[in-house]
């Protein structure tokens, strides 16, 4: 079983940054990817980032060049650094990891609402 319990989100102003945080109960190193996803009001589950247990990472499109995803293993955190945020960024935030047995496991969520 594996918790991951999220920290970071709050209010920010367009262009503003935040960055949130994942710390989870185990090894980040016994998770074979750990990522953020985010839900918005009325739309779905979207994948934001991933970072693979070799450090591949992958973006969605819409956070290319503006979001960057790290780990520290030391810490056993995953972190989403979060800049020139735009409005269509408001969402929910999950933090998700999923094991080598593909069974997967997500946070408690955190709200990231930016503003004009």
């Known amino acids: 079983q594996v918790q991951l319990v999220e920290t970071g989100g709050g209010l920010v102003q367009a262009g503003g940054s935040l960055e949130l945080s994942c710390a989870t109960s185990v090894s980040i190193l016994s998770i074979n990817a750990m990522g953020w996803y985010r839900q918005a009001p009325g739309k779905q589950r979207e994948l934001v980032a991933r970072i693979f247990r070799g450090g591949i990472t992958n973006y969605a499109d819409s956070v290319k060049g503006r979001f960057t995803i790290s780990r520290d293993n030391a810490k056993n955190s995953v972190y989403l650094q979060m800049n020139s945020l735009q409005l269509e960024d408001t969402a929910v935030y999950y933090c998700?990891?999923?094991?080598?047995?593909?069974?997967?496991?997500w946070g408690q969520g955190t709200q990231v609402t930016v503003t004009s």
């Open positions: 998700h990891a999923v094991n080598f047995d593909q069974r997967d496991y």
